[in-house]
């Protein structure tokens, strides 16, 4: 499958992302904020390091002032990977206080730390004390404290900068979905009975590498029994002909961006059977009379409300979420199914520039499969446009 040559003017995007971030750190009312959170040091300054490293080990962050240029600590020795971002104003050794680097000094470390992220916020927040910050210990929450900073939540304010993708992100998720849906197509060139769940999935792999891509967040291929009921990962199962194939690709790819997509497929040649039509009908029937309701100034309750149910004999396991933002990686806002909105629903209203997944997963208790499908979807002026081209299976529906 030939990946389109899609490209993003990389300078502007990491300008156009630092923006909206900065404009939302206006808006909090804060000094700065501060990153820990790999995919949100990119966002703020338009770099990547050791990103699934830095997911569990806190090894780099990003200070970015409400106005003015952003200071990027990086792990030691990394500075020359990191040079002539547009983005960022000055490069700094982070200092590490994890256990797994400073043991025993953990407290000393943190004092380290501390004293130079205040001294960044005397020098731009003059009387402003408050600091976003998305993720801190809270050995770090007490040693900002001792300077009277004021921490708050960061994961809230870049999330409100991240919902809306810039023009120069559009470019980027439609290059992840291109290059996500090459590994797609080379899954089903080697979907066979008697080849292992592992073994298929080890081709997205692949491809998303091949590409441009950086990692899949999770394992979700399943056959046949495995199918149902969903969030099984994959496993050295062989794979026999008639079984239903169900997979979500969460996969950060091309210029660091997600690509989440649901298919489900028939292995081998054998005439799909009755029930298996019966649950790829449903789940394509919610996510395809859903999609509709995307249009800008719809809240998410009503999308709630008014989104294609499953029949009755699904609904004890139907998705939890009708849809989700994606960007960098999984993001807000996340829209909760019917059932679950007095507990878990949020307010809000679909804009203009949003990329969300519309999902559904059929599956019966007591059934012997299951069917995953998903569509990413940029919201535009007119309503929703369909980014995820990869062909549905046609003698399924």
Not at 154 to 182: L, M, S, Y
């Amino acid at each position: 499958m030939a990946v389109p040559m899609l490209k993003p003017d990389e300078r502007q995007l990491d300008l156009e992302r630092l923006d909206r971030l900065q404009a939302q750190i206006r808006a909090h009312d804060c000094a700065a904020g501060l990153f820990y959170d790999p995919t949100n040091i990119r966002y703020a300054s338009g770099t990547s390091n050791m990103q699934v490293y830095g997911l569990h080990n806190p090894c780099r962050y990003v200070f970015v002032p409400a106005e003015g240029p952003v200071v990027l600590f990086e792990f030691a020795g990394c500075e020359h990977l990191v040079q002539g971002k547009a983005a960022v104003g000055e490069i700094r050794n982070a200092v590490a206080w994890y256990h797994f680097i400073a043991g025993d000094r953990v407290e000393e470390k943190a004092r380290d730390w501390a004293n130079e992220i205040a001294d960044l916020m005397r020098q731009h927040g003059a009387d402003n004390r408050r600091l976003a910050v998305d993720r801190l210990d809270p050995i770090g929450l007490r040693a900002l404290e001792r300077h009277g900073i004021d921490v708050i939540d960061g994961q809230t304010v870049i999330n409100h900068a991240r919902k809306i993708k810039t023009p120069q992100e559009q470019i980027a998720v439609r290059a992840a979905v291109a290059n996500c849906e090459a590994g797609i197509q080379l899954m089903y060139e080697h979907l066979e009975p008697g080849v292992t769940e592992q073994r298929l999935w080890s081709y997205l792999h692949q491809a998303n590498i091949e590409h441009g891509g950086e990692w899949i967040e999770t394992r979700l291929l399943t056959s046949g029994p495995r199918t149902n009921p969903w969030y099984q990962e994959c496993s050295s199962r062989v794979i026999e002909a008639g079984d239903m194939v169900s997979f979500d690709t969460d996969l950060i790819g091309a210029f660091g961006y997600s690509a989440d997509i649901s298919r489900s497929w028939i292995a081998g040649d054998r005439r799909p059977s009755s029930e298996q039509r019966a649950l790829y009908a449903a789940a394509y029937q919610q996510v395809h009379d859903t999609i509709p309701l995307f249009r800008p100034g719809v809240t998410f309750a009503e999308i709630a409300e008014n989104s294609a149910r499953l029949p009755e004999r699904y609904r004890e396991r139907t998705n939890s979420a009708i849809a989700h933002g994606i960007g960098l990686c999984n993001e807000y806002p996340l829209i909760v199914s019917p059932h679950l909105w007095e507990d878990g629903g949020i307010e809000g209203m679909i804009e203009p520039g949003m990329v969300l997944c519309v999902e559904s997963f059929a599956g019966e208790v007591g059934g012997k499969e299951g069917v995953k499908l998903e569509q990413q979807i940029l919201v535009t002026e007119d309503g929703p446009e369909l980014l995820s081209k990869y062909p549905l299976e046609e003698r399924l529906l």
